[in-house]
């Protein structure tokens, strides 16, 4: 796994535009702490349930956090939304709403069972700013494929997050 984390971290830290490949919780960890550690204004998460399964890691944590003291905005989807759940990250991030007097944490879910899609079923995504993306095509066993500086799939990616972000039809705040 540290050979993973080294190949992830270099990636990132050069703003490479090789496509990696991920698959398992562990990679998604490494893939999303990355990510957060290198955002500078905005995250858009497509999720299911901001899962513990794989968010509750010190690293994803902390960079998060990392992230939001700097007054980074972060904008989710939640289309497996659980009123009684447990996951670790949504409860920060209500924390951040509460505490935040900007908008800079929006958390919202899906009405009734709407989900992102493509050609092969349902789909999870994570962008970073304008450059930066992880795309989970398999959201069972977290496989997915992502850059750190892919403008093309980034804001095809969220202009699509946006459309459904901001249709009051569509989804709701939690």
Do not use: C, W
Not at 57 to 70: C, D, E, R, T
Not at 104 to 129: A, C
């Amino acid at each position: 796994m540290e050979k993973y984390q080294r190949l992830i971290e270099q990636l990132a830290s050069k703003k490479d535009s090789f496509i990696y490949n991920n698959s398992g919780k562990e990679h998604a960890q490494i893939v999303l702490g990355t990510l957060f550690k290198y955002a500078e204004k905005e995250i858009r998460m497509a999720t299911g349930n901001l899962s513990d399964a794989v968010l509750d890691n010190p690293n994803v944590i902390n960079n998060l956090q990392s992230f939001l003291a700097k007054g980074g905005t972060i904008k989710v989807i939640l289309d497996d939304y659980n009123k009684n759940g447990d996951s670790k990250l949504l409860r920060l991030l209500q924390v951040y709403q509460l505490i935040s007097e900007s908008e800079g944490v929006i958390v919202k879910k899906f009405n009734k069972e709407k989900k992102f899609t493509s050609d092969s079923g349902q789909i999870h995504f994570t962008t970073v700013d304008n450059s930066m993306y992880r795309l989970e095509t398999d959201t069972t066993n977290f496989k997915a494929s992502g850059s750190f500086n892919n403008t093309a799939v980034t804001q095809n990616l969220n202009k699509k997050f946006e459309e459904v972000f901001s249709n009051e039809n569509l989804t709701q705040p939690i």
